[in-house]
């Protein structure tokens, strides 16, 4: 199977959400015998191990645009929420779409077209949280042209979405001006959001929850001197949960040592911030602590069964970890085994009490949360499953 795979960023420099994950399943999908090319649509490109790259002549290009239509976003797309202004959505569209198209979108039918004739024989095109509007009406033309089956993936569903939107969070939606009845298939992370990308005309639809390579992600032995640790970046919406697990803990706790990492802008009580970690610096904070936090935004906590990365990174490194409540959450690990959920500040400050008591059950639980990431939740299965769904477009 050979898949050409055009990422919205492939460089890990630029800090893209889904770069990191992006790694470990084009990894995947080479371990399993898929020839792999990637085209970045963001940034520069990156050769590796596990795939061909492609350079991408339009960088900036790109660049440009996106932050244009950030900003034209953010200032129109309150406007297409209401369904009584039907009429100034379907200009904004039109005259949006013409712009696009004139700017970026032929330059990169062009180029794509280029790569098929050079490779021959790619059987899908897989296009990775790009602007669906950039593609609008060019996927057909290449289908035909090349018989491929081409599939869009989103993997930072339900906030991707224009129904959850936010420029808080994001000034730029990838949805704005899409037509999902032009893809044979279209992946996301989110089980909630079916019915939401079946209004938007997804015909083919599947689930690939996010994963973790072992091999990366794997524990290290050093002692543990850190209670209660936290990494993420930025406040918006999860606040509350913020407050809840860290920074009342935090002030009740006084003997703890807390520490967090990352941007989080935000009172924190008790707590040592580290700023910035680097990936690789960061497995070894999670290792040495006892406690180790997900804390989910909005969204993503209350869209059934909205994965994200951290919750399996943390349990394959073996870590014995605390979250916020999240819908779905059976779907990955059990709760009360293989990971504790605190329900509001004062239970978070009892369930820390009670496994900071004991060395037996922290080990344990990071024990069976490693178990059943290796038995179920590694990129390799997200892989496998990735397969089974493009050769069921055939």
Same mark, same amino acid.
């Given at each position: 199977?050979?898949?050409?795979? %055009?990422?919205?960023?492939?460089?890990?420099?630029?800090?893209?959400?889904?770069? /990191?994950?992006?790694?470990?399943?084009?990894?995947?999908?080479?371990?399993?015998?898929?020839?792999?090319?990637?085209?970045?649509?963001?940034?520069?490109?990156?050769?590796?191990?596990?795939?061909?790259?492609?350079?991408?002549?339009?960088?900036?290009?790109?660049?440009?645009?996106?932050?244009?239509?950030? $900003?034209?976003?953010?200032?129109?797309?309150?406007?297409?929420?209401?369904?009584?202004?039907?009429?100034?959505?379907?200009?904004?569209?039109?005259?949006?779409?013409?712009? +696009?198209?004139?700017?970026?979108?032929?330059?990169?039918?062009?180029?794509?077209?280029?790569?098929?004739?050079?490779?021959?024989?790619?059987?899908?095109?897989?296009?990775?949280?790009?602007?669906?509007?950039?593609?609008?009406?060019? %996927?057909?033309?290449?289908?035909?042209?090349?018989?491929?089956? %081409?599939?869009?993936?989103?993997?930072?569903?339900?906030?991707?979405?224009?129904?959850?939107?936010?420029?808080?969070?994001?000034?730029?939606?990838?949805?704005?001006?899409?037509?999902?009845?032009?893809?044979?298939?279209?992946? +996301?992370?989110?089980?909630?959001?079916?019915?939401?990308?079946?209004?938007?005309?997804?015909?083919?639809?599947?689930?690939?929850?996010?994963?973790?390579?072992?091999?990366?992600?794997?524990?290290?032995?050093?002692?543990?001197? %850190?209670? +209660?640790?936290?990494?993420?970046?930025?406040?918006?919406?999860?606040?509350?949960?913020?407050?809840?697990? #860290?920074?009342? /803990?935090?002030?009740?706790?006084?003997?703890?040592?807390?520490? $967090?990492?990352?941007? #989080?802008?935000?009172?924190?009580?008790?707590?040592?911030?580290?700023?910035?970690?680097?990936?690789?610096?960061?497995?070894?904070?999670?290792?040495?602590?006892?406690?180790?936090?997900? #804390?989910?935004?909005?969204?993503?906590?209350?869209?059934?069964?909205?994965? $994200?990365?951290?919750?399996?990174?943390?349990?394959?490194?073996?870590?014995?970890?605390?979250?916020?409540?999240?819908?779905?959450?059976?779907?990955?690990?059990?709760?009360?085994?293989?990971?504790?959920?605190?329900?509001?500040?004062?239970?978070? +400050?009892?369930?820390?009490?009670?496994?900071?008591?004991?060395?037996?059950?922290?080990?344990? $639980?990071?024990?069976?949360?490693?178990?059943?990431?290796?038995?179920?939740?590694?990129?390799?299965?997200?892989?496998?499953?990735? #397969?089974?769904?493009?050769?069921?477009?055939?």
């Amino acid at each position: 199977m050979k898949i050409l795979a %055009i990422c919205n960023a492939i460089d890990l420099k630029l800090k893209q959400g889904c770069t /990191p994950a992006w790694w470990q399943l084009l990894k995947g999908l080479h371990e399993l015998g898929c020839d792999v090319i990637v085209v970045p649509f963001l940034g520069r490109s990156v050769e590796s191990l596990w795939w061909k790259s492609y350079e991408n002549p339009y960088a900036l290009l790109t660049s440009l645009y996106l932050k244009h239509a950030g $900003t034209f976003q953010a200032k129109n797309l309150t406007v297409i929420k209401k369904k009584e202004q039907t009429y100034k959505i379907e200009t904004l569209n039109k005259s949006w779409r013409k712009y +696009v198209y004139r700017a970026i979108s032929h330059k990169w039918k062009d180029y794509i077209v280029k790569i098929l004739e050079i490779e021959k024989n790619v059987d899908y095109i897989v296009i990775f949280n790009i602007p669906l509007i950039v593609f609008r009406g060019l %996927i057909n033309p290449i289908r035909d042209k090349f018989g491929v089956r %081409i599939v869009f993936y989103d993997g930072d569903a339900p906030v991707s979405l224009p129904k959850y939107w936010s420029p808080l969070r994001n000034p730029f939606n990838i949805y704005f001006g899409a037509n999902l009845s032009e893809f044979d298939g279209v992946i +996301v992370n989110s089980k909630g959001v079916i019915p939401d990308l079946k209004e938007l005309g997804a015909l083919k639809m599947e689930v690939i929850y996010w994963g973790v390579d072992p091999e990366l992600y794997s524990p290290i032995n050093v002692e543990k001197g %850190i209670d +209660v640790f936290f990494y993420g970046h930025g406040k918006e919406f999860r606040e509350k949960w913020i407050y809840n697990m #860290i920074t009342y /803990p935090s002030k009740v706790l006084l003997n703890f040592k807390f520490m $967090t990492g990352g941007k #989080i802008n935000m009172e924190l009580g008790n707590t040592k911030s580290l700023g910035y970690i680097p990936i690789s610096v960061w497995r070894r904070f999670c290792c040495e602590s006892k406690i180790n936090l997900n #804390i989910t935004r909005k969204h993503h906590a209350e869209v059934f069964a909205s994965s $994200t990365s951290r919750i399996f990174e943390l349990a394959s490194l073996g870590c014995c970890t605390v979250s916020n409540p999240i819908n779905g959450l059976e779907e990955w690990f059990k709760a009360g085994e293989e990971i504790f959920v605190a329900k509001d500040p004062q239970e978070a +400050v009892e369930l820390y009490q009670w496994l900071l008591s004991s060395d037996d059950i922290l080990l344990k $639980t990071g024990s069976l949360a490693r178990q059943r990431a290796l038995k179920e939740h590694t990129f390799r299965h997200r892989a496998q499953q990735m #397969i089974r769904f493009l050769r069921s477009l055939a």
